[in-house]
């Protein structure tokens, strides 16, 4: 009997390790995979091209010689797109992202407790923003690093997860040189398909920290005087002069697709204005666009 309870004893035990093992790294068979997946993009690059003469004049083949440069260097990011998860938690995201059948990726995913996961390695061509344009960029996978939030779409972001976007965004715009104005959303690269990262991102914050524009407050909402370093702001702008650029060419300066322009109109109140944002522009909104688009002439 004593053997019985010390073998059971040892198998209990055995079991407890392997599965804590298991459950320290769910990951590990889409780890292995991934590293797969590197080594076979990384053949394409070492791949030497072959010319004319050893493709026997193949009608592929367009090089007559081939003489190789040291004086090169590997994809740099130029943007960061945003986008919230439209899921319920930070498993299901990673869930998704690892399935192959779902062909949709992120460099980075945020959990609504500031956890930040990569998924990706920043060099690597993620399948995050899909079918979009900023200006005549048509290919922005290839140019941009995306970060997703844990976010239904329906809800603040917390604090905490906020905290650690602003700490990610500062080393990329560090490492890559990534100019203020590329910090962008995935509404504004997809006008007529996306409204994420929602009408409760704080555009405003980041752009106080150095990510994304923001209009200029005292601009657009002039003060008729003070008095004792108290302001009064203008709470109509009915009665200003109009001296303003067409509202859809001031679209297309700041970057919108405006082949829908009122789909382009919506992606620029989703991000700027935060509310009304199915309706037209109103004379306060046109007076935001104007104070923008010059900001990225």
């Excluded at 995306?146 to 972001?157: A, K, Q, R, V, Y």
């Amino acid at each position: 009997m004593g053997f019985t309870r010390i073998t059971s004893a040892v198998l209990l035990i055995f079991t407890i390790i392997a599965f804590a093992s298991c459950s320290k790294d769910i990951y590990r068979k889409n780890n292995k995979a991934h590293k797969k997946a590197v080594k076979e993009v990384t053949a394409f690059i070492q791949e030497i091209p072959k010319t004319k003469a050893e493709l026997n004049y193949d009608t592929l083949s367009i090089s007559d010689e081939w003489v190789g440069t040291t004086n090169f260097g590997i994809r740099k990011p130029n943007y960061v797109i945003i986008h919230h998860t439209a899921q319920d938690s930070l498993a299901q995201t990673l869930a998704t992202f690892t399935l192959s059948r779902t062909q949709v990726s992120s460099h980075y995913v945020i959990g609504r407790d500031g956890e930040i996961v990569q998924m990706l390695n920043d060099y690597l061509r993620s399948w995050h923003a899909g079918k979009g344009r900023w200006g005549n960029d048509t290919d922005l996978n290839s140019s941009s690093i995306g970060i997703e939030l844990d976010n239904n779409g329906s809800e603040p972001f917390t604090t905490a997860q906020i905290e650690s976007l602003l700490v990610l965004l500062k080393r990329l715009k560090w490492k890559y040189g990534i100019p203020t104005a590329n910090f962008i959303g995935h509404s504004d690269i997809a006008p007529s398909r996306k409204v994420d990262p929602s009408i409760y991102f704080p555009w405003k914050k980041l752009a106080e920290e150095g990510f994304g524009l923001w209009y200029d407050e005292e601009v657009v909402f002039p003060v008729l005087g003070h008095q004792e370093n108290v302001f009064y702001p203008i709470e109509t702008t009915d009665s200003l002069q109009e001296n303003r650029l067409d509202p859809v060419l001031a679209l297309r300066i700041i970057g919108y697709d405006v082949r829908d322009a009122k789909a382009a109109i919506r992606s620029f109140k989703l991000h700027f204005i935060q509310r009304d944002v199915d309706s037209e522009l109103t004379e306060t909104d046109k007076r935001i666009l104007d104070n923008l688009y010059k900001k990225y002439l």
